[in-house]
């Protein structure tokens, strides 16, 4: 699944060492839910490089509960 940024965003990503790829779009490769260390973990894909982003951990995980795909989309949105 693509997400389409509203504006270009500067994203960290890591190869031997942290760079910057200037985007439009990231591609959301999978998010993991796991309910015994209460996280929501994503794993997105920007300029060809995947990155590991923490949705919701701990009190967050609790607060958000049930999650959407679209809350899901609009944390991802968030971090970058």
């Known amino acids: ?8 965003k500067s994203v960290e990503i890591v190869t031997k060492e942290a760079q910057v790829a200037t985007v439009n779009k990231v591609i959301l490769a999978h998010i993991t839910d796991s309910p015994n ?6 794993i997105i ?3 060809g490089f995947p990155k590991e ?11 958000i509960g049930d999650w ?6 609009a944390r991802i949105l968030e971090l970058i």
């Open 1 to 8: 699944m693509e997400l389409n940024l509203s504006k270009t």
């Open 37 to 42: 260390v209460k996280t929501v973990k994503a």
């Open 45 to 47: 894909v920007v300029a």
């Open 53 to 63: 982003l923490t949705l919701w951990s701990g009190d967050a995980y609790d607060k």
């Open 68 to 73: 959407s795909q679209a809350q899901a989309n």
